[in-house]
């Protein structure tokens, strides 16, 4: 099982919004509506944004959103602000019942 | 409070084992499905494996990588979740993560631990 694809590195200003895109195939993103995003800081454990492609857990901003289409799934940050800075990583899950990563962003805040 | 804490790590020579065990508390354990990820240093997450309930018989699944060497197993009376992992390779070395699975699919990782270390290398 290939990761999905992310792009490497996203950036943006404080207050400008950002998209991740994450790219899999028909039989993992696009199998199921089990799209997650992960954000985590330097030496933590990542922590849960969005799951099950567009809801997000309490607790999470709703400057956070997720979309899919097809075989790529998305990662909206509004109002960028500078805590947002970190890695993101979606997740899916696959008919082969595995779950497969994504191969990670970097977000910068400029 | 949700916590899932994992201890064992360490180093070990390649060809050899190791076991991690992950402690949960402030929640039901023996209703959730729970899974392992790993991050070996310097790089992107890699999903491990699953274990079910007891009500799906405790079944689990494996990445491709680790089929036929780790082996998930769970003891819903110790709340305790673990990760045997034999014949282990250089390219095993990573941060181990409990994590347990969340949603009315299990479908996402809600909660993860704080990681523990396994370096394999001669």
């Known amino acids: 099982q290939s990761a999905l694809t992310q792009p490497a590195s996203v950036s943006g200003s404080p207050g400008q919004s950002i998209t991740i895109s994450c790219t899999g195939t028909s039989t993992d993103v696009g199998a199921y509506n089990y799209v997650s995003w992960y954000q985590q800081h330097p030496g933590k454990a990542p922590k849960v944004m969005i799951y099950?492609?567009?809801n997000r857990p309490s607790g999470v901003f709703y400057r956070f959103s997720g979309s899919k289409s097809g075989n790529t799934a998305s990662l909206t940050i509004s109002g960028l602000q500078a805590e947002d800075e970190a890695d993101y990583y979606c997740s899916s899950y696959t008919i082969s019942n595995t779950y497969v990563f994504g191969t990670g962003t970097k977000v910068t805040v400029l | 409070e949700v916590q899932v804490v994992e201890s064992g790590g360490g180093l070990v020579q390649p060809g050899g084992s190791l076991r991690l065990s992950c402690t949960a508390s402030?929640?039901?354990?023996?209703?959730?499905?729970m899974d392992w990820v790993r991050q070996a240093p310097g790089k992107g997450l890699e999903w491990v494996g699953r274990?079910?309930?007891?009500?799906?018989?405790?079944?689990?699944e494996y990445a491709a990588s680790v089929e036929g060497r780790f082996s998930i197993s769970r003891d819903d009376s110790k709340n305790s979740l673990y990760l045997q992992m034999n014949s282990l390779r250089t390219e095993d070395t990573a941060v181990y993560y409990c994590?347990?699975?969340?949603?009315?699919?299990?479908?996402?990782?809600?909660?993860w631990g704080q990681g523990a270390l396994v370096t394999v290398s001669s």
């Open positions: 099950d492609v567009s």
């Open positions: 994590a347990r699975a969340g949603g009315r699919y299990n479908s996402y990782f809600d909660y």
């Open positions: 274990i079910r309930n007891k009500v799906y018989s405790s079944t689990t």
């Open positions: 402030g929640f039901t354990f023996s209703d959730h499905y």
